[in-house]
């Protein structure tokens, strides 16, 4: 069996499917997480913070290198270092969900699990603003970083090789119950009618 390249932009929703994909001989080839695309387009860097000293609270070399990845940027570096052996891209945008803090110079953290573990928004209190998935500010800073990431993709010719996961949340439990439940504070009807704007972005490939 002949095999295929595959590189990961998402969460575990993609990794878990390209588990069954490696049966129909894929193999991946980069796997990019934790990292929204406000994230991943924003700047590259974090301006006089030492990077390793928040890593070390993480638990798992995962962890660490997505966090330093997101605050790096490293997305398209990733994308342009694999193109050429790229036969399919798969993409989720669950990390999206969290929204992202952004300080005045326009570095970007996304708000993650790995990321609140890491203590680093805590001991730079003041200097980032959380903005959350659906606010204005963060509508905006997401449709530039779409189009960047859609220049991207058409430069090099990836179009055709990239699968976007729609994935919403439940808005039922398998009991059948409906919101409020589980102990949830989230509206799943109201968030998946804001992701639906994000996800919209798949209508551009």
């Not at 913070?49 to 638990?59: F, G, R, V």
Request: proline share 1%.
């Amino acid at each position: 069996m002949m095999t295929k390249s595959l590189f990961i932009y998402g969460s575990c929703v993609s990794r878990d499917t390209a588990s069954f994909m490696t049966d129909s001989g894929f193999e991946i080839a980069g796997y990019v997480a934790r990292q929204s695309l406000v994230s991943a387009f924003g700047a590259t860097g974090l301006s006089g913070i030492d990077l390793d000293e928040y890593a070390a609270n993480l638990e798992s070399n995962f962890q660490r290198s997505s966090f330093v990845g997101d605050a790096n940027s490293s997305l398209p570096r990733e994308i342009r270092s694999n193109f050429e052996d790229i036969d399919c891209m798969l993409v989720d945008l669950v990390d999206e969900r969290g929204g992202v803090w952004m300080n005045e110079r326009g570095e970007v953290l996304t708000n993650s699990l790995e990321l609140t573990k890491s203590e680093i928004i805590k001991a730079n209190q003041g200097s980032f603003k959380l903005l959350k998935l659906g606010d204005r500010e963060h509508v905006d800073e997401f449709l530039k970083a779409v189009q960047k990431f859609e220049i991207l993709i058409k430069e090099l010719t990836l179009s055709n090789k990239i699968y976007f996961i729609a994935n919403y949340w439940a808005e039922e439990s398998q009991e059948g119950d409906h919101f409020p439940f589980g102990g949830s504070r989230v509206d799943p009807v109201r968030m998946n009618n804001i992701y639906a704007m994000a996800l919209a972005v798949q209508k551009r490939f």
